[in-house]
């Protein structure tokens, strides 16, 4: 089967993607559509439509802020 993602965190190429994302953590690797509207091209990051979840392709999938993010806007306030 071939990869639809790369995480970008290990470089890894991915068949699915966890159903729970940190946007931008995984590019796509042939273009999907994301929630039905959004065509997303080869090389694009998966990130969020302004919805918590969202349709991607045959998958619901919910989008999470990173934790490191979470950390730096704790840090700068």
């Known amino acids: 089967m071939r990869s639809k993602?790369?995480?970008?965190?290990?470089?890894?190429a991915v068949v699915a993607v966890p159903?729970?994302?940190?946007?931008?953590?995984?590019?796509?690797?042939?273009?999907?559509?994301l929630g039905g509207h959004t065509?997303?091209?080869r090389g694009e990051p998966l990130?969020?439509?302004?919805?918590?979840?969202c349709q991607l392709e045959d998958v619901e999938v919910t989008?999470?802020?990173d934790d490191l993010a979470k950390a730096n806007e704790a840090?700068?306030?």
């Open 19 to 33: 159903p729970t994302l940190i946007e931008g953590r995984y590019v796509v690797t042939a273009p999907m559509w």
């Open 39 to 41: 065509r997303l091209k």
């Open 5 to 12: 993602f790369i995480d970008r965190f290990t470089g890894e």
């Open 75 to 77: 840090r700068t306030g």
């Open 63 to 65: 989008f999470s802020i």
């Open 47 to 53: 990130i969020s439509d302004g919805a918590a979840r």
